[in-house]
C-alpha cells in the first residue's frame, strides 16, 4: 500500500531527514532529483516564525517543483505553536508540518525541548493537539526518539497521543537521546511502536545502504523510512533507493569524475541560493569530506578545497582529480557524519519528577532556526 500524507502520495516511502545546515534548497534539489519521496527543510523554530526573524523567513524557501512542501517545527509553548502553524496555513508556506521531538543537542534539552519533550505527556500532548488543530487538515506528523535514556522511554505513550491528536503518521529514531549518534539504532523499538499504533510509523537510523531501507521495512513492519545521515555527500542514495522499492538491483556507483561534477553543481546551487558566492562556497565546504571519502584524493587537495572560497577555485581543485577512479565499495554500508559517544542527557532542573506537570520551561522557545 502506497504511504500517504493527506492528499499526497510518497512513493517510494521515502523521506530525507531535516538536518541543520543540510537540507536547504539546493541539497533538496539534489536529492529530489534522484528519487522520488519526501524531502524535508531545515528545522524552523515557532517563535523565530512567529516573530518573523529574517534568517528564518529566508530559510523557508522551496524549489518551484518541490511538492509537497515539507516543513519542520520546533517549540515548546502549545500557544506559540498554534499560531506558527496557522500563520503557515494563512500565508501558503508549506504543505506539509513535521514536528520536532528527536533533537538530542543539549542546548534543546536544557530546555526540556525535542527528545526531552515527550516525557512531559500532558504538555507534550497540548502541543500536538495545538499543531493538528492550527493546521485546519494540512497534514501533521511527528519525528520522535525512543526515549531520554534506557530508564525513560517514552516512545510507546508519545505515539498514542499523537495518534489521538491526528497526526498523519510518526517517524522513530531508533536511540534515545542518551545515545545522541554513537552505537546502533534499536530496529525492535521500530516493531514495537508499529505493533502499538494504528497510523503508518516511519523507522530512522543506520539506513547507509538501500538494501538496509529494505531490510527495516521487512524486520518491523514499519511504512516508510526516515534518511538522515546515510546521504550526506551521497545524494544518489535516493536513485538506489528508488530502484530498490521497485524491486530492481541496478545501484549508483558514480566515478571520482562525476562526483567532482555533482560537488561543483551542489556548490553552484548553494551560491544560487546564497545569493553570494562566498557564502555559497563557504556553506559548501562542510560537503567535501563527505563526498570524497574513500576516494584517493591527497589531503592537501581536500584541505583546499575546504577552504576555498569562489566557483572558480573550487572548479580548478576539482579539475586536478582522477576522473577514472572507480567508486570506492569497501565504504558501502559505513556510518556517515556524527558518531560520538553516549552522554548524560540535560534536561531542565526537577524534569522528571511529574510527567504531568504542563509547565513551559523558562526559555525554551529558541529564538532562532538551524544549527
Known amino acids: 500500500m502506497t504511504l500517504r500524507l493527506g492528499p499526497y502520495p510518497v512513493d517510494p516511502p521515502v523521506v530525507l531527514a531535516p538536518m541543520a545546515g543540510i537540507t536547504n534548497v539546493a541539497f533538496r534539489q539534489l536529492c529530489r532529483e534522484q528519487g522520488a519521496g519526501l524531502y524535508v527543510c531545515e528545522m524552523i523554530t515557532t517563535r523565530a516564525l512567529v516573530e518573523r526573524n529574517p534568517k528564518t523567513m529566508s530559510m523557508i524557501q522551496f524549489g518551484a517543483l518541490e511538492r509537497p512542501r515539507s516543513l519542520q517545527l520546533y517549540g515548546v509553548d502549545p500557544a506559540t505553536i498554534r499560531k506558527a502553524v496557522e500563520m503557515v496555513v494563512e500565508q501558503d508556506l508549506a504543505d506539509h508540518i ?61 505515539g498514542r497521543i499523537a495518534q489521538d491528536a491526528g497526526v498523519a503518521w510518526v517517524a522513530l529514531h531508533a536511540r534515545t537521546a542518551a545515545q545522541r549518534y554513537s552505537g546502533e539504532a534499536n530496529w525492535a523499538a521500530i516493531a514495537e511502536l508499529k505493533q502499538a499504533l494504528d497510523i503508518p510509523v516511519l523507522g530512522n537510523g543506520d539506513i547507509w545502504e538501500a538494501e538496509d531501507a529494505l531490510r527495516m521495512m521487512s524486520s518491523t513492519g514499519c511504512d516508510g523510512v526516515v534518511i538522515g545521515r546515510g546521504c550526506l555527500g ?22 571520482q569524475g562525476e562526483v567532482a561534477a555533482l560537488m561543483l553543481r551542489h556548490a553552484t546551487l548553494l551560491v544560487e541560493w546564497w545569493g553570494r558566492e562566498k557564502e555559497g562556497v563557504t556553506d559548501f565546504r562542510k560537503h567535501v569530506a563527505w563526498y570524497l571519502k574513500g576516494f584517493p584524493a591527497g589531503g592537501e ?16 581543485l576539482l579539475a586536478q582529480l582522477d576522473p577514472d577512479v572507480p567508486f570506492p565499495r569497501e565504504i558501502l554500508g559505513q556510518p556517515r557524519g556524527r558518531t560520538g559517544t553516549p552522554a548524560k542527557v540535560v534536561l531542565p532542573q526537577n524534569w522528571l519528577d511529574d510527567r504531568d506537570d504542563d509547565t513551559i520551561p523558562e526559555g525554551a522557545e529558541l529564538d532562532d532556526s538551524g544549527g
Open 98 to 158: 513535521d514536528m520536532n521531538f528527536g533533537c538530542s543537542v543539549p542546548k534543546v534539552t536544557r530546555r526540556g525541548g525535542g527528545s526531552a519533550l515527550p516525557w512531559k505527556r500532558k504538555l507534550f500532548g497540548d502541543i500536538v493537539r495545538s499543531a493538528v488543530e492550527g493546521a485546519a487538515g494540512m497534514p501533521v506528523t511527528i519525528k520522535m526518539r525512543i526515549g531520554i535514556d534506557d530508564d525513560h522511554q517514552t516512545m510507546l505513550d508519545a
Open 301 to 316: 587537495l581536500r584541505a583546499a578545497m575546504a577552504t576555498s572560497s569562489s566557483l572558480a577555485e573550487l572548479g580548478d
Open 234 to 255: 551521497r545524494p544518489w542514495l535516493f536513485a538506489d533507493l528508488a530502484a530498490a522499492f521497485a524491486g530492481r538491483t541496478d545501484r549508483a556507483f558514480p566515478t
